[in-house]
T-cell receptor, first 115, second 114 residues
Framework: DSGVTQTPKHLITATGQRVTLRCSPR?????VYWYQQSLDQGLQFLIQ???????AKGNILERFSAQQFPDLHSELNLSSLELGDSALYFC??????????????FGPGTRLTVL | AQTVTQSQPEMSVQEAETVTLSCTYD???????LFWYKQPPSRQMILVIR??????QNATENRFSVNFQKAAKSFSLKISDSQLGDAAMYFC???????????FGAGTRLTVKP
């Protein structure tokens, strides 16, 4: 158990809909990262937040957005869903600084299926 | 941009034997971090081992060790005494201190034969 939690575990929805994925980082971790893993592919970085502020953006579509709240949990919002958005979405958290806190710890993921 | 290449889509090993998974990366930075993550059928991403580029000594975690060749930009993972539970996808990853994302390779699927 990494200490990172994600809800829901599974999500099935229809094209055109909007969903929200939730992530709670490990206790004390300030950074939250979101990744997308399509079937049998590697992980693609989407976006990072640090202590409530956006820090880095990767290949995140304009239809997707995220935020990190004062209690440090984060939400990834996916709208106008398309079939190609079906994937496993991971959240990872990392500590506030220092070499020993450089490792990202991953949550169990949310599997999104768009029908 | 940093890229990570895993040239072996699939590997297999006999139980109790040793296997080495390859990873190369492209970077112009001198300081960075390298990781191996394991993804079993449960799809959970599990950290296996990490290496700081400034350290010359290769990292070791029980049956897992790396061969870090900085000049060659190579970071291979050796699994000794392979067990059935080692069967998984293995991802090599690179992280730059200057950027906040982590770059992953495409993965190597490891099969362990009893």
């Amino acid at each position: 158990d990494s200490g990172v939690t994600q809800t829901p575990k599974h999500l099935i929805t229809a094209t055109g809909q909007r969903v929200t994925l939730r992530c709670s980082p490990r206790s004390g971790d300030l950074s939250v990262y979101w990744y997308q893993q399509s079937l049998d592919q590697g992980l693609q970085f989407l976006i990072q937040y640090y202590n409530g502020e956006e820090r880095a953006k990767g290949n995140i579509l304009e239809r997707f957005s995220a935020q990190q709240f004062p209690d440090l949990h984060s939400e990834l919002n996916l709208s106008s869903l398309e079939l190609g958005d079906s994937a496993l979405y991971f959240c990872a958290s990392r500590g506030g600084g220092g070499l020993s806190t450089d490792t990202q710890y991953f949550g169990p993921g949310t599997r999104l299926t768009v029908l | 941009a940093q890229t990570v290449t895993q040239s072996q889509p699939e590997m297999s090993v006999q139980e109790a034997e040793t296997v080495t998974l390859s990873c190369t990366y492209d970077t112009s930075e001198s300081d960075y971090y390298l990781f191996w993550y394991k993804q079993p059928p449960s799809r959970q991403m599990i950290l296996v081992i990490r290496q700081e580029a400034y350290k010359q000594q290769n990292a070791t975690e029980n049956r897992f060790s790396v061969n870090f060749q900085k000049a060659a930009k190579s970071f291979s993972l050796k699994i000794s005494d392979s067990q059935l539970g080692d069967a998984a996808m293995y991802f090599c990853a690179y992280r730059s201190p200057a950027f906040n994302d982590m770059r992953f390779g495409a993965g190597t699927r490891l099969t362990v034969k009893p």
